[in-house]
Structures are given as structure tokens and as C-alpha cells.
DNA sequence: ATGAAAGCGCTAACAC
DNA sequence: GTGTTAGCGCTTTCAT
């Protein structure tokens, strides 16, 4: 015995050694009561239970994680994706101001995949870990997480590739949304979602159901790959139309919210020549800034100028006109994370190593209003 | 030294002891390289990372926690509150099939704690960990989560609140949207919304605003406080207006799911007597269903008949007609939760104690189109 | 500025 | 069925 503590001790928050002490059996059998109570007696294990529960005993989660060097939990880092102007209008709504953009409209993206994730997770029998990136901690958002976690997915962009890199030597990593950005040193999973074919799919809408040929395409200036593969996909559209385009987005903003969107129409609409007959933008929350812009300038949607997001959140249905967009499956992405992550666990367990799996998971063209297929 | 490898040895997850032997210092450098960085010398802080880097070390969360007693994670339990009607209209959007009950539009409450949650405890420093009530564990889902967070909160009735009563002496618990169940062996922090105040401020507005007179509340038969409270906000309305209400719900359904809700607008409708003018009910979902009984029977909303929900979800917005309902701030809720947490932790940290919080978050009520304050 | 050593609370052989 | 005994990987005085 290496401690022992007075009969009424209560300040300390108790361990087994207090169960053990007060209900006459060794910590081995208080562990086993937790662990397999099978294997105790139901009459020890009852008094232990009792002792357990008037001393207020709950193992503590990190000494079984460091003793059985597993923790039960898998997790999810993202970046703060935060929109201000999203928030801003979700803040007004809470406040009672308006009913406008409900705080409920603005779930996003990583909203979508966290509640696959907790489902999947809980299917396993694990817990969910969510942390979305601070800058400048001193120590990583991921090695935070990675520590406390068997097993993680990593929303792209959110840490430098070099570093999961380093952590998936470790333990399963499994890379969201991303590009399979390393060429051959890399032993991360990867689920991402087929956005050169959903802006592909839905630029050929416009094009031959809608009959549109003058396109104006706004990108983002930051290096993103899903982003550059949408692009890509409206391009191949263009193309096999017959419509010619560069090799760039007619825009490159900044940052990918509102507020850019709608500058980013104004910008659009300005400039000299043929006013587009439809502003097509690398995502949601983009459309609907530019949707504001045209409704100040008088411009109907989808009558004067069609507009189209990619992304599918909850908001693109309650703008009006509700916006016409390519749906991704984060749910269903965060499903697949989790499925992964366990099957890796399993196999780490039996000593199996499989290849990095690669999955793309298919999208859908929401055909709305925005583009002209309902009424406005 | 308590341990060495080969110089080699790639096997297992490197340590601290890995770290240091090869950076030729002492685990306790290691160690201060991580927590207390300035306390190192630059040049040998410099080694000590190349090393950890090169070697993939990740500080093992564990270890830490059970070291220095505390996680930097923060806990949620909620119960696990799928509604199979939404859920199965969920996944044929997600399918592709329809664009009706989106994927999105099924964000519920517990979806709004969590992100309030995660925001603050963002800000804060800490991540979060979350779990919905899965039934038969051997372990609670609690005891887990809370053996492995500094503090948590839980849904209201996701866990027995005596089981709470005996965790709350060994870390911070604040319960969400429930009751204030004890009476005085509470240690619990508590927040909850006003529901009575909504649903009184609710009715009033059909009684007086609208000149509805014939109203039938729809509540829940299992014992809930936050819907008992929501009764009794309709009863003081009703009898302030002097409209005769007994003790009891008009009718009481076993769960608050779109299903239950439209059998219960059977119910209502198909009874003896004049027909309801309104029909409100304790939850949002339920008015859906209602919706749905409705509009198959040819009634209009709100002409022949008025609706009304609680809760303030996504899909309140989306259906047609828009639902009349009270907003609870959940999100809010969750930042709150956060904020009563941290607080608590730094009171423990200083030796301080102080007497359980209990707040109350205001509501707002959302006049919609199916109570008649907008077109349909 | 760095090292030595004593735990933190539990699990997992291995004995009995 | 139950007890003994090593650790698990880190933080943290206390020395130096």
C-alpha cells in the first residue's frame, strides 16, 4: 500500500487506492470492477460499487489512458472558419433585432462534419474531441489534440502537412476535404469530395439548360486546392462548350465570406463590357454577399444575372432567391472519417498495415431559384 | 535513466526519454522545453525540438493530464436527441433524392450548445469534448467523460442527476435547460431559459394580438421540467385573458417527434366540439408534424388554423408555413456554460468557493407566418 | 540553466 | 476470484 489517507478524508478528489482502502479489497479489484466486472464476485463487486459511489469515485480517464495507452476518443481539428459578417448577423438575430440570418442559418461547414464525426463516433463507442485551430498557442492546436486522442481527422489547411506527417508515424490521421497534397512521404488517409465535377455538372447547367454563356467566376487568392479543383471544373464546362476562358478566375478575394462576395460583384459589375449573365462563386457565403449587392443595384436574380455558390450550407436555402448551389456531404464525410479511423485502430491493433486509403465522395447540384429553375 | 533503446528503435511511440537521451539532456528539459520554454536556453531549446521533431514526439496528453491534474478539455453530455422523422428526411437529402428537410435544416439544439461551447472554450484555451448518452454502457457515459475534462456540463435529464450530485464534489458541473431539480444538496451550476415567460408572452400574443380565443396546447407525457414550465406559461396567459384552462395539456404526447406531432393534430382535430383556433405546441418539431396534418386535411394555416412551436430550430424557418415560435438562445447557452466553467476552475485554482450560479437566459419570441403575423 | 527523483491514478501481467 | 508489482509518460520540487 503506498498511501493511506485518515478515515474522513474528503479534500482530494478520491482514487482507487480510497475505494480500495475502504471497501476492504485491493486497487487490482477495484480496477476490475470498472474494467471487467465479470471477473469479481457480484457481492465484492456491489460493496466496491456502494464505496465507489458515496466517496464520489470516478477513474480518472488520463491514468487509464496512460496505463492502457488508449483513450477512447478520437478528434477533429479545424480552422476557425468563422464568417464575421455571418456572425455579426447571427449575433443581431439572437438579440432579438431581426429574423434575418438566424443564428441557426449559419452552421457551417465544420458544424456538418462534427455531428457525422459524434455520430460515427458514438456508434463505436468513442467520445469526440473538437478543437478549432488558435493561433499562436506555443504548442500546436494538433499536438494538443493528437495527445489526448487515439486517433484524429484534420480539416485541410488547418496545420502544415509536414507536421501530421510527423504525427501519423504515431497514430491514424485521417486528412478532410484536403488535396493529397505530399507526393509519396505520406501515410495519411484522405477523404475529400468531387468538386471539379460538381462545378463542372453545374456550370454545363447554366450553360446548356439555362442557355448562359457569359460566366464570370470568382476564386480565391489563397492556394486551396479544393478550391482551384472547382475552378478547374468550370473551366472543363466552359471548354466543352465551346465558351472560351483563361486560366484564371475573372476575381481572386481575399477571403471566401460575405462581405467579399459582395464587393466582389460590385467589382464584377463595373467593369467595362457585357454585364455577366451569371456570377458563379467558389462558395455560399460568397453568393449570398453578391445576392445583397444586386438586390441595392436593382439587378434581379436570377432574371437579369444568375448567381450560384458551391458548399450547399443551411443559409444558401433561406436567402431568397434561395441560391442554387453544388452540395457537399460533410455529414457524411465526417461518417467516413470516423469509419476509417476505427478500422486503422482495429488493424494497428492486430499488427496489420494497409495502404493510405484515398476516397472521394460524390456531390449534387441543388438546382434553386438562383439560377432560374424556380420561381424567384 | 530508467529506460533505453537502440538508437534506432522507431517501434514505438517516442517519449520524452527518446527526446531526451538523443538530444543528450535530461527528460526534465524536455519537459520544460514544452511548458515553460523561456526557462530553457535558447540553443539547447533549439535541439530539443529538432530532435522531438524529427523523431514525431507528441507530448502524450495523458501523461500530462495525470501529472499535473489537470486536461485543458472541457466537457458536454447531451442526450441523444435524434428525431427518426427528421433523421430519415435528413438522409434522403443528403441522398440526393429531395431538397426538402435538408441535411441542415435538422441543426437541434444540442448542435447550438456545441458551438457556443466550442467558440468560448476556444477563447479560453481549452477544446471540447463531447458524447451523447448511449444506453447501456457498463460505464455512464458521464463517469468517461468527466474522468477525462476539467469540467463539464450536461443536457438536462441525460444523466441522473444524483449521479451528477456525487461529480460535482470532485470538479465543476453546470446543468443546461434543465431544472434546478434538488433542493439543497445541489453543488450544481445551473442555466436554464425562460419557458414559462416565452410561452406566456406567446400565448398572449394569439389571445390578444390575433383575437384567438379557442387554444389547445400539445405537451409531453414523460416528466419534463422545461415543458412543465412552457405549460404553465400558457396557463398564466389564458387565464389573465380570462380564457378557462384546466391543470392538464389538452393532450400528452409520448415523444416530441414530427410523428407524435401530426397524430396529436389528428387527435385535436378529430375530437368532439367546436374546432381549436391555435394549436400550440411545447416544441418545434411537433408543430411540423401538426404542419404536415394539416395541410393533408386542407386546412390553411394560419386562416383556419393557427401553429405554434418552441425552440426556435432551423427548420422552424424552412417549413411552410413559417413557424411561429420562441427562439431559445441556445448558442448562448453554451457560451455561458463555458464562461461558469472557466470561472469555477480558477475559483478552485485560488482555494475560493462560492455559492452554485443559477441564471436564466431571457427568449425572445419569432412571430412567423402560422400564427397570421406574416403572408403565408 | 539543468538534473535527479518522486509521484500522478490506473492497468496488466503474474502469482496465489 | 483476488492481491502484488511494475510500469505508462509526464510534471515538479529540490538540488546543484
New binding site residues.
Given amino acids: 500500500m ?2 493511506t489517507r485518515g478515515p474522513h478524508s474528503v479534500s ?2 478520491p ?3 480510497d475505494v480500495a482502502e475502504r471497501s ?6 477495484v ?2 470492477v ?2 471487467n466486472p465479470d ?3 457480484a457481492q ?1 463487486r456491489e460493496r466496491v460499487l456502494a464505496v465507489a459511489r458515496d466517496l464520489g ?1 470516478v ?2 480517464g488520463n ?2 489512458g ?4 488508449s483513450t477512447g476518443v478520437l478528434g477533429l481539428c479545424f480552422p476557425d472558419y468563422s464568417d464575421p459578417d455571418a456572425e455579426s448577423e447571427a449575433e443581431a438575430g439572437a438579440g432579438g433585432h431581426g429574423d434575418e440570418a438566424d443564428d441557426e442559418a449559419a452552421m457551417l461547414y465544420s458544424d456538418q462534419i462534427i455531428r457525422g464525426m459524434e455520430r460515427a463516433a458514438r456508434r463505436h463507442g468513442y467520445a469526440l474531441l473538437i478543437a478549432a485551430s488558435l493561433k499562436g498557442g506555443p504548442e500546436s492546436l494538433v499536438a494538443k489534440v493528437a495527445g489526448r486522442v487515439d486517433g484524429f481527422a484534420v480539416l485541410a489547411r488547418t496545420v502544415p502537412t509536414e507536421e501530421l506527417e510527423v504525427i501519423s508515424r504515431r497514430q491514424p490521421v485521417v486528412m478532410l476535404a484536403g488535396p493529397r497534397e505530399s507526393n509519396d512521404l505520406d501515410h495519411l488517409d484522405h477523404i475529400e469530395v468531387a468538386n471539379a465535377d460538381g462545378q463542372r455538372e453545374l456550370t454545363r447547367h447554366l450553360i446548356e439548360d439555362h442557355g448562359l454563356r457569359r460566366l464570370a467566376y470568382v476564386g480565391f487568392a489563397e492556394e486551396s486546392p479544393d478550391v482551384e479543383a472547382r475552378f478547374r471544373g468550370y473551366v472543363e464546362a466552359c471548354r466543352a462548350a465551346g465558351i472560351e476562358v483563361g486560366a484564371e478566375p475573372d476575381l481572386r478575394v481575399a477571403m471566401m465570406t460575405q462581405a467579399e462576395g459582395a464587393r466582389a460583384a460590385e467589382a464584377l459589375l463595373d467593369r467595362p463590357g457585357e454585364r455577366p449573365e451569371a456570377l458563379l462563386f467558389a462558395n455560399d457565403q460568397m453568393a449570398v454577399g453578391a445576392l445583397h449587392t444586386l438586390d441595392r443595384r436593382g439587378l434581379r436574380v436570377p432574371q437579369d444575372v444568375a448567381v450560384t455558390g458551391f458548399d450547399g450550407i443551411a443559409l444558401s436555402r433561406l436567402v431568397r432567391p434561395a441560391l442554387t448551389t453544388v452540395r457537399q456531404p460533410m455529414r457524411r464525410m465526417g461518417e467516413e472519417a470516423v469509419e476509417l479511423l476505427v478500422r486503422r485502430l482495429s488493424d494497428r491493433a492486430q499488427g496489420k498495415t494497409e495502404d493510405p486509403v484515398s476516397m472521394t465522395l460524390p456531390v449534387s447540384v441543388a438546382r434553386r431559384a438562383s439560377c432560374g429553375c424556380r420561381a424567384a
Avoid: D
Fill in positions: 503506498r498511501r482530494t478528489t482514487t482507487v487506492y476492504g479489497v485491493s486497487i487490482a479489484t480496477s476490475r470498472y474494467r471477473s469479481v464476485r465484492t469515485y477513474p480518472s491514468a487509464r496512460l496505463a492502457s495507452r
